[in-house]
Protein backbone atom coordinates (compact mmCIF):
# COMPACT_ATOMS: atom_id res chain seq x y z
CA UNK A 1 0.00 0.00 0.00
CA UNK A 2 1.29 3.55 -1.06
CA UNK A 3 1.82 6.24 1.74
CA UNK A 4 -0.95 8.04 0.01
CA UNK A 5 -3.28 4.98 0.51
CA UNK A 6 -2.51 5.06 4.10
CA UNK A 7 -3.17 8.29 4.73
CA UNK A 8 -7.18 7.95 3.38
CA UNK A 9 -7.37 4.84 5.16
CA UNK A 10 -6.35 6.59 8.58
CA UNK A 11 -8.67 9.76 7.41
CA UNK A 12 -11.66 7.40 7.09
CA UNK A 13 -11.00 5.34 10.05
CA UNK A 14 -10.83 9.33 12.35
CA UNK A 15 -13.95 10.14 10.71
CA UNK A 16 -15.80 7.20 11.01
CA UNK A 17 -14.50 7.10 14.61
CA UNK A 18 -15.88 10.86 15.06
CA UNK A 19 -19.30 9.87 13.30
CA UNK A 20 -19.76 6.89 15.90
CA UNK A 21 -18.59 9.14 19.04
CA UNK A 22 -21.67 11.27 17.81
CA UNK A 23 -23.91 9.03 17.01
CA UNK A 24 -24.46 7.79 20.68
CA UNK A 25 -23.89 11.52 21.80
CA UNK A 26 -26.92 12.08 20.01
CA UNK A 27 -28.69 8.40 20.83
CA UNK A 28 -27.38 9.52 24.97
CA UNK A 29 -28.79 12.31 24.47
CA UNK A 30 -32.36 12.25 22.85
CA UNK A 31 -32.69 8.52 23.06
CA UNK A 32 -31.61 6.69 25.69
CA UNK A 33 -35.02 7.47 28.65
CA UNK A 34 -37.24 6.95 26.00
CA UNK A 35 -39.45 3.94 26.87
CA UNK A 36 -42.93 2.38 24.68
CA UNK A 37 -44.62 0.01 26.65
CA UNK A 38 -46.55 -2.45 24.70
CA UNK A 39 -49.31 -4.54 25.86
CA UNK A 40 -51.00 -7.77 24.70
CA UNK A 41 -54.56 -5.66 23.74
CA UNK A 42 -52.56 -3.19 22.07
CA UNK A 43 -50.05 -5.85 19.83
CA UNK A 44 -52.82 -7.63 19.11
CA UNK A 45 -54.79 -4.48 17.01
CA UNK A 46 -51.68 -3.96 15.45
CA UNK A 47 -51.43 -7.16 14.29
CA UNK A 48 -54.81 -8.16 13.41
CA UNK A 49 -54.98 -4.87 11.07
CA UNK A 50 -56.87 -5.96 7.91
CA UNK A 51 -54.02 -6.25 4.93
CA UNK A 52 -54.18 -5.39 1.05
CA UNK A 53 -56.93 -7.69 -0.63
CA UNK A 54 -55.73 -8.67 -3.91
CA UNK A 55 -57.70 -8.44 -6.61
CA UNK A 56 -57.95 -12.34 -8.67
CA UNK A 57 -58.40 -11.91 -12.16
CA UNK A 58 -56.78 -12.64 -15.17
CA UNK A 59 -53.50 -10.83 -16.07
CA UNK A 60 -53.47 -8.94 -19.68
Known amino acids: MNPADQRLVKRLAWVLAI ?3 LLY ?3 WG ?3 DQRVTVDAAGMAAQALVPGFE ?3 GENK
Open 25 to 27: GLW
Open 30 to 32: FVR
Open 54 to 56: TVK
Open 19 to 21: KLV
